[in-house]
């Protein structure tokens, strides 16, 4: 965790293909790079402009997918000025891949609420997850 960087994250092009009676979306397959074990997969709903910000896994590699909507993603180091924001949904649908280290945050951007799944490295623990409020780092949601 103490040598991470914003370029250690990872933003992965997926495929859709599409089928007969619907689109087949893929996600993470264990034969990837990226693949860091699996703990858990769950999905979050990321409402139009509210921002659900800040975590930071101290274990934990993220693998956020959104099939659902659109939604900015904002990632921090702390102790550095910059942020790396990432849009990813069905108008651009990718994987990005978050080692632990990292500060998040995320916001919908579209109307209707964005479905958000994370496959997790890890079980989610309250061990390993720090917390800060939307305040607390200085990026500009508006």
């Known amino acids: 965790?103490?040598?991470?960087?914003?370029?250690?994250?990872?933003?992965?092009?997926?495929?859709?293909?599409s089928t007969p009676g619907g689109e087949v979306m893929h996600a993470l397959k264990k034969t990837e790079q990226v693949f860091a074990g699996f703990g858990e997969a769950y999905f979050t709903w990321a409402d139009h402009d509210y921002p659900k910000a800040w975590k930071r896994h101290t274990k934990m590699t993220l693998n956020l997918i959104v099939p659902s909507g659109e939604v900015r993603f904002v990632f921090h180091i702390a102790g550095q000025k910059e942020f790396r924001v990432e849009d990813i949904g069905v108008k651009h649908y990718a994987r990005i891949t978050v080692p632990p280290g990292?500060?998040?945050?995320?916001?919908?951007?579209?109307t209707q609420p964005s479905?958000?799944?994370?496959?997790?490295?890890?079980?989610?623990?309250?061990?390993?997850?720090e917390r800060?409020?939307?305040a607390d780092l200085p990026y500009d949601w508006s």
């Open 1 to 17: 965790m103490d040598n991470v960087t914003l370029q250690n994250i990872m933003v992965t092009p997926l495929t859709r293909i």
């Open 132 to 134: 800060l409020p939307v």
């Open 115 to 129: 479905l958000v799944l994370n496959i997790a490295s890890i079980p989610h623990s309250p061990d390993e997850v």
């Open 102 to 110: 990292v500060w998040f945050g995320f916001k919908g951007l579209a």
